[in-house]
């Protein structure tokens, strides 16, 4: 069975629908993932979850290293049993995590020196140990140790740092061979920053190593949104229908529409959760901030277009005051809703894809949908 496999692809664009394959769930694309960095949805039971119809979640090793550890997870059952998740999980490296630690690290050819930004400790991650213990861990797709380099970045650096990612890479997918749980997904992280002939050669070395899919890495840190279509269009021309293309920590609506409509499959995100904390729900007419005074007496749902538990039961006037008296309950609605919103809206895009009107449904989506 492959992994992954594209099934429709649209006629004016580079949209595609996919199928992909894990050991834990097929998960038609593409795909939204929301991030579990802890091993938890942030305010939301992981049945919820699952209710929602949230077919995978993001775990984070950094953080699932530094607590509870990672025999503590494996002695518990591994991932999916220790969070009680039957859907599909994908664990990040942790390379982003280190380098952007604030404190001490440093880079060596065979991995990466930090400090614990818990108890600050010296740690040490390599690229074998850091496959092992998302194996130990059980996750269904794994990523290897890369080196990340903020941008702008000149040339001869940003090389640098993709050798050392591609040599990271043969380690990763070495020992991950010899340790690997039969289908178990391996992504390799392509680098480059925004030099197309960096991001090609990484690109290339990657896939002969026999990787599953790529991830995009490196993006999304603040460079202007015409670097990142550009690589992201250069990179999703040279792959084939049966890699999968996951563009990592990236999600704001109108940006998972640009880069589906460039040919990414997968993303993941903390915009809906995260903004649920901060008292932000998505609608179909763009972002509603509930904590604000105006919703004070407001007895409409969050978006009357929403058939979620929430919008169906629960006005804005009484989230509003939820969230601002700090009820846990008013995140955990919220963040129920968001959540809902972002899986309907996956759903709508696959079934323009579905249908092959994908740029008609990009035209009425932001017509509606405010961004600022
Ligand atoms: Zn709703």
């Known amino acids: 069975m492959p992994i992954f496999e594209t099934i429709k692809r649209s006629s004016q664009t580079k949209a595609r629908l996919g199928i992909l394959t894990t050991n834990h769930s097929k998960i038609k694309t593409p795909a939204f993932f929301p991030v579990a960095t802890q091993g938890a949805i942030k305010g939301l039971f992981i049945k919820d979850v699952e209710d929602i119809g949230i077919k995978g979640v993001l775990v984070n090793i950094y953080h699932l290293y530094l607590r509870p550890g990672i025999e503590v997870i494996e002695e518990l059952g591994g991932i999916h049993r220790f969070m009680n998740f039957s859907g599909t999980v994908i664990s990040d490296s942790g390379g982003y995590q280190v380098f ?131 690589v992201i269009s250069f990179l999703t021309d040279k792959i084939k229908n049966d890699y999968l293309c996951y563009f990592m920590g990236y999600g704001k609506p109108q940006d998972i529409i640009e880069a589906v409509e460039r040919g990414i499959d997968l993303f993941d995100c903390v915009i809906p959760t995260r903004m649920a904390r901060t008292g932000t729900a998505f609608s179909s007419y763009g972002k509603l901030v509930i904590r604000n005074s105006p919703y004070t007496k407001d007895s409409s749902p969050i978006d009357d277009t929403c058939d979620c538990y929430v919008c169906k039961n629960f006005t804005r006037g009484y989230l509003r005051h939820l969230i601002n008296v700090k009820e846990i309950s008013g995140v955990q609605l919220l963040t129920y809703h968001n959540l809902w919103w972002y899986n309907k809206f996956i759903e709508k895009i696959q079934r323009a894809i579905e249908e092959d009107n994908f740029l008609q449904f990009k035209q009425d989506f932001l017509k509606k949908f405010k961004v600022e």
């Open 100 to 230: 952007s630690l604030e404190t001490f690290r440093r880079l060596r050819d065979d991995g990466v020196e930090f400090q614990s930004h818990i108890d600050g400790s010296s740690k040490f991650f390599s690229p074998q140990g850091v496959i092992i213990s998302q194996l130990r861990i059980g996750s269904d797709i794994v990523i290897p140790l890369d080196e990340c380099v903020r941008l702008p970045v000149d040339k001869d650096r940003a090389n640098i740092a993709v050798e050392r990612t591609i040599r990271w890479a043969k380690l990763s997918k070495e020992i991950f061979e010899n340790n690997k749980r039969e289908g178990t997904i391996f992504l390799g992280v392509v680098q480059g920053a925004n030099f197309l002939d960096l991001r090609e050669k990484c690109l290339e070395e990657l896939l002969k190593l026999g990787i599953d899919g790529i991830a995009i890495g490196g993006l999304s840190v603040g460079e202007p949104a015409e670097i990142r279509y550009n």
